[in-house]
């Protein structure tokens, strides 16, 4: 058990944000967190990553309390990509990618061959070779989000926090992400993502969570989360849901006022003549 929060409680001055959660998130896999604007995803993952400290219950790495360890034994364990991310002006990508070994270095031993070998291999799996020289500044929001994914990599934690990772990227670049993902969970990864895409959540989740108002609603397998009922009630969302033809996963289709199944009455014809 990697990670877990028991009876966790969190707010913002006086707002409350997160309700009494408990939680036991899977060793190996892909946990999605799912849930309207304002429900608590990034709170949850903040406080999950050690960023914020709950005002009750607690979060356990390794079944010991984030109370009793130390930053950069957290860091060693746990990796955050975070939805908005800064870096400092004339940072190259090979530089931004090299601070996610920081938390392996001591005064007593700095840069290492398991550093060097963590970021090419980061490099590597996110496609960047061709970027790692230029200023991060200067690369498009798609290009500057996979070095931050490099970076997250270049950790090299058995955990992963991702918030919205596949934010400003293409298609193509989206789907490579996550199935880049998907090969680390293989690999025995557990990694916990906020994800706004419905059908990429049912196509990769092996384990769905669903949020609503601060409190868990929903969680388990997707055959039995990703239902009707429950986008109803989670996102006020109608919608179908289908198998897709070739690997028969779960396919969300909103219903649209202009389909002609949300109205009831049919639109009046304007008359001619
Ligand atoms: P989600 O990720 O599901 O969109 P968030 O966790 O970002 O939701 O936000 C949950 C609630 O907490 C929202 O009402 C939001 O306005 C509030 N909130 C988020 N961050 C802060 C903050 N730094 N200070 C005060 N309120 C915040």
């Given at each position: 058990m990697r990670l877990s929060v028991e009876n966790l409680s969190f707010g913002y001055r006086n707002q409350s944000v997160l309700k009494n959660i408990d939680l036991t998130f899977p060793d190996a896999g892909l946990t999605v967190l799912l849930g309207g604007n304002g429900c608590g995803k990034t709170t949850l993952l903040h406080t999950l990553a050690g960023l914020l400290t709950p005002k009750e219950g607690r979060v356990l790495l390794e079944q010991a309390p984030?109370?009793?360890?130390?930053r950069k034994a957290i860091a060693r364990k746990l990796a955050l990509l975070p939805q908005m991310t800064s870096a400092p002006a004339g940072v190259t990508v090979r530089e931004l990618v090299m601070q996610g070994r920081f938390p392996w270095q001591t005064w007593w031993r700095q840069w290492s061959k398991a550093d060097q070998q963590a970021v090419d291999s980061a490099i590597q799996a996110t496609g960047i070779e061709d970027l790692?020289?230029?200023?991060?500044?200067?690369?498009s929001g798609g290009q500057r989000q996979r070095c931050w994914v490099a970076m997250t990599l270049a950790q090299d934690t058995p955990l992963l926090l991702l918030d919205?990772?596949?934010?400003?990227?293409?298609i193509a670049h989206q789907v490579e992400l996550m199935n880049l993902i998907a090969q680390l969970c293989a690999q025995g990864k557990s990694v916990i993502t906020v994800l706004h895409d419905l059908n990429q959540a049912a196509a990769y989740a092996d384990h769905m969570i669903m949020m609503k108002e601060g409190s868990i609603y929903a969680q388990g397998d997707v055959e039995n989360v990703f239902t009707q009922d429950n986008l109803k009630v989670v996102f006020n969302l109608d919608a179908d849901i289908i198998r897709e033809p070739r690997r028969q996963q779960l396919l969300c289709v909103p219903h649209t006022d202009?389909?002609?199944?949300?109205?009831d009455s049919p639109m009046p014809v304007a008359k001619v003549g």
């Open positions: 984030f109370s009793s360890l130390g790692v020289e230029r200023p991060l500044e200067q690369l919205e990772p596949t934010t400003y990227l293409d202009h389909d002609g199944i949300v109205a």
